[in-house]
């Protein structure tokens, strides 16, 4: 049974830095991609980061050079550093892990995306 956690949340200035981790326990298919998405309050779950397996990376515009993604090879863990953030970066973050196909309809579908393994969340708020 796989389970994702995220943890690293919290409150922080504009213009501060957080990094987020996601630890994967109960085993992955190597060939799974990892992604972290982020849903504001009131709105529709959003990509922000995909890795794929291998080691290909996608970004949404609105992080692109301020938001890195990175993964261990085992697929272990998963982590997001976020620098230089703004308040319109204040969300819930996800970590997901599934095949090729379940990230894509994740970025279409976003919660609602079925397939793969979503975690429950961690808060962060830029003010």
């Known amino acids: 049974h796989v389970q994702l956690v995220e943890s690293g949340g919290g409150s922080v200035q504009a213009g501060g830095s957080l990094r987020l981790f996601c630890a994967v326990s109960?085993?992955?298919?190597?060939?799974?991609?990892m992604g972290w998405f982020r849903q504001p309050p009131g709105k529709k779950r959003e990509k922000v980061a995909i890795?794929?397996?291998?080691?290909?990376?996608t970004y949404a515009e609105v992080v692109k050079g301020r938001f890195t993604i990175s993964r261990d090879s085992g697929n272990a863990s998963l982590a997001l550093q976020m620098n230089n953030l703004k308040p319109e970066d204040t969300a819930m973050y996800y970590c997901?892990?599934?095949?090729?196909?379940?990230?894509?309809?994740?970025?279409?579908?976003?919660?609602?995306?079925?397939?793969?393994?979503w975690g429950q969340g961690t808060q962060v708020t830029v003010s």
């Open positions: 997901a892990a599934g095949p090729v196909w379940f990230m894509t309809a994740a970025e279409t579908l976003g919660a609602i995306a079925s397939g793969g393994y």
């Open positions: 890795i794929n397996s291998d080691e290909s990376t």
């Open positions: 109960g085993g992955t298919n190597s060939r799974y991609s």
